[in-house]
């Protein structure tokens, strides 16, 4: 049995098959692995020698909310009541259950100080780009941006935002979230505890209520302001800057043609040049060979031509007398 057990749930049938042994023997039970009216079992066409009982289960898990009708394929079930998971234990037909909703401290306060948080992280994002480097004596590149000159303010503004009335909790400095001397925020624990576990409804009519007042309706739209894609100042810088690299890539692009076909041109000049370097020794060598070549004489050789001219030899002398 054991064999047949295993070899059933290696099938992956959707079913599991295990072994029972009580008083009575052992026997084969089969299992559905899915919850619920969906999750029925049937044996169907059983052609083998094993006997099988009625199959148990497969329903729905039925309740009443308020007179309003549920059914759930486990046992736990939500939507019957928004933001509330019921788990059911046992089955109790016709017995009405009172429950009690309270309000989740734990997930309130985790919730605030994760806001706490990222805010703080923004806020000293910002701070850095105002602080002066005390090597370059200069701020962040982004400190002359108006753009996050508005962003800052915003945030500053928003955290001491106040409402009327409220039983008192008007604030973030009411609920124990104080503003420390470089715009960040400290989370005093126990007078925010305090707030949630006496007064929850005020705490959660501070940051949103129907009126669309509250610290985090108020948050929500100067953020969204912010950040509007249209008209916010911080999109608005981004398209700006966006246009200004774009202007700048063109420029450089062009400026890197113009380079290129400088050097081109360098390049043809540079081997017209090269060509004529390597002509000037041929050209050396011809006119050396010119200037050393004999050139040919035109003198007249006297002998045997025209008798010599000059000046006839006279003696004017006169012969002795008497020869």
Do not use: C
């Not at 008007?170 to 005093?188: E, F, P, R, S």
């Amino acid at each position: 049995m054991n064999t047949l057990g295993s070899y059933i749930n290696n099938q992956n049938w959707g079913v599991t098959a295990s072994v029972v042994t009580d008083a009575n023997g052992s026997r084969l039970a089969i299992s559905s692995q899915s919850s619920g009216s969906a999750g029925a079992l049937a044996i169907v066409n059983n052609t083998t020698s094993l006997n099988f009982e009625a199959p148990i289960g497969g329903t729905n898990a039925s309740l009443t909310v308020d007179g309003i009708p549920f059914s759930s394929a486990s046992n736990t079930v939500t939507g019957a009541i928004p933001g509330v998971t019921l788990n059911l234990v046992t089955a109790s037909p016709g017995n009405a259950v009172q429950l009690t909703v309270g309000a989740d401290t734990t997930q309130a306060s985790n919730a605030i100080n994760n806001f706490v948080s990222s805010y703080n992280s923004l806020i000293g994002l910002l701070n850095q780009e105002y602080t002066v480097d005390p090597t370059t004596n200069a701020e962040g590149d982004l400190a002359s941006d108006s753009s996050l000159r508005s962003l800052q303010s915003s945030l500053l503004t928003d955290a001491t935002y106040s409402v009327s009335g409220n039983d008192g909790y008007v604030n973030l400095a009411a609920l124990g979230i104080n503003m420390n001397n470089d715009g960040t925020l400290t989370v005093d624990s126990s007078t925010l505890n305090n707030a949630l576990t006496n007064d929850p409804g005020a705490v959660l009519n501070f940051f949103q209520n129907s009126s669309v007042t509250g610290f985090a309706n108020k948050f929500n739209a100067d953020l969204t302001n912010v950040s509007d894609a249209t008209t916010g100042v911080l999109s608005t810088d981004l398209a700006q800057n966006s246009a200004e690299q774009k202007t700048l890539t063109d420029q450089i692009n062009n400026f890197q043609d113009r380079l290129n076909a400088e050097q081109q041109q360098l390049i043809t000049q540079f081997s017209q040049v090269n060509a004529t370097l390597e002509e000037y020794p041929f050209l050396l060598q011809e006119v050396t060979s010119q200037l050393g070549r004999p050139t040919s004489s035109s003198s007249s050789n006297n002998s045997g031509g025209a008798p010599a001219t000059g000046t006839p030899f006279s003696d004017n002398s006169s012969a002795p007398s008497g020869i």
